[in-house]
Nanobody
Framework: QVQLVESGGGLAQAGGSLNLSCVVS????????MSWFRQAPGKEREVTAG????????FYSRSVKGRFTISRDDAANTVYLEMNNLKPEDTALYYC????????????????WGQGTQVTVSS
């Protein structure tokens, strides 16, 4: 079982940027597909972006495509989410999640989660 720790959340103005990081320990990072999910109050947890274990495939939800970029650094055991042109509707608790090898959209496919980092975007 891997341990995941997110950082980089905070307060931003609409149109601004934030960069999230998720450091993974207690596992072979290069074996894991990594994803970022988010959950706003009163809403279900939804996938935002994902990357497979080799980095050859990335996924973005329709709401963030063109604004967010996911990347991974296997040497640093870290996955990143660069968030640009932020909107108030991006406000949520952002979670990092891991599963072996291939990306999946469903949260139920992930057994390892971080504690989350809050992102708040003001208008």
């Amino acid at each position: 079982q891997v341990q995941l720790v997110e950082s980089g959340g905070g307060l931003a103005q609409a149109g601004g940027s934030l960069n999230l990081s998720c450091v993974v320990s207690e596992g072979i990072f290069s074996n894991y597909a990594m994803s970022w999910f988010r959950q706003a109050p009163g809403k279900e947890r939804e996938v935002t972006a994902g990357i497979n274990s080799t980095g050859s495939y990335t996924f973005y939800s329709r709401s963030v495509k063109g604004r967010f970029t996911i990347s991974r650094d296997d040497a640093a055991n870290t996955v990143y989410l660069e968030m640009n042109n932020l909107k108030p509707e991006d406000t949520a608790l952002y979670y990092c999640a891991a599963r072996k090898y291939s990306f999946q959209k469903a949260a139920t496919e992930y057994g390892d989660w971080g504690q989350g980092t809050q992102v708040t975007v003001s208008s």
